[in-house]
């Protein structure tokens, strides 16, 4: 039988889960587009401290329970870097039966 992959402090890791050598977790996952994604952190729980030096973020399981929701929600992942003139072209792409002059004034 396999042996289960453990971080530094013999934790069992869960699929997609890995530790870097720096400490560091990391979370891979493919997103809707089937694009793989990788999100990083310095905890792995929520009880873990953060090291010294290091920002106050959530931890990794933390991160991965939001990824599954947005996931499952159906939640477009790359809406969240989206800029405002991506966003007007996708609403007005969704809104394609109007009269030709709103649509040139879209343009």
């Known amino acids: 039988m396999k042996e289960k992959r453990r971080d530094?402090?013999?934790?069992?890791?869960?699929?997609?889960e890995s530790q870097r050598t720096d400490g560091k977790y990391l979370y891979k996952y493919v997103d809707a587009l089937g694009n793989?994604?990788?999100?990083?952190?310095?905890r792995l729980t929520p009880t873990d401290p953060t090291p010294k030096g290091k920002r106050e973020k959530p931890?990794?399981?933390e991160l991965e329970q939001q990824i599954r929701r947005d996931?499952?929600?159906?939640?477009?992942?790359?809406?969240?870097k989206m800029t405002l003139?991506?966003?007007?072209?996708?609403?007005?792409?969704?809104?394609?039966?109007?009269?030709?002059?709103?649509?040139?004034q879209r343009e």
């Not at 793989?36 to 310095?42: F, S």
């Not at 996931?71 to 969240?80: N, P, V």
Request: glycine share 8%; hydrophobic share 25%; net charge positive.
């Open 8 to 16: 530094n402090k013999g934790r069992i890791l869960h699929t997609g």
């Open 59 to 61: 931890s990794l399981r």
């Open 36 to 42: 793989t994604k990788y999100v990083y952190a310095w």
């Open 71 to 80: 996931i499952e929600d159906g939640i477009d992942s790359t809406g969240k």
């Open 85 to 104: 003139c991506q966003l007007y072209a996708k609403q007005n792409a969704q809104r394609a039966n109007v009269k030709k002059s709103t649509q040139k």
